[in-house]
């Protein structure tokens, strides 16, 4: 559990640094012009980013919480953890989609 935390926390720092670099560079790059496609590629490569930080958090998350390790359990080749981790990201992308 120890591995995955620390895999999600460095991908979480390379998002978050890149939001931070993409948001930093954005008024320099499209000063005149705030509807161009270039903001808008920035918008919603922030957007994927957050997405993808909360989702892989809330499966860890959600790994957390339950009894048993259930991304051990996938990799034992048990269908019913399977099934259920898959309902769990599915049901976290679409919260994340349509809040």
Do not use: H
Not at 24 to 36: G, K, Q, R, V
Not at 87 to 99: E, Q, R, S
């Amino acid at each position: 559990m120890f591995r995955e935390f620390k895999q999600w926390l460095i991908a979480s720092t390379v998002g978050c640094t890149a939001i931070a670099g993409v948001l930093w560079f954005s008024p320099w790059i499209t000063p005149e012009d705030p509807s161009s496609l270039l903001r808008y590629v920035m918008i919603r490569v922030t957007a994927v980013l957050i997405g993808l930080i909360s989702l892989s958090g809330g499966m860890l998350f959600v790994n957390f919480i339950t009894p048993d390790d259930w991304m051990d359990e996938i990799g034992k080749d048990q269908v019913a953890s399977a099934i259920l981790m898959s309902a769990v990201v599915l049901v976290i992308g679409a919260i994340l989609c349509w809040t």
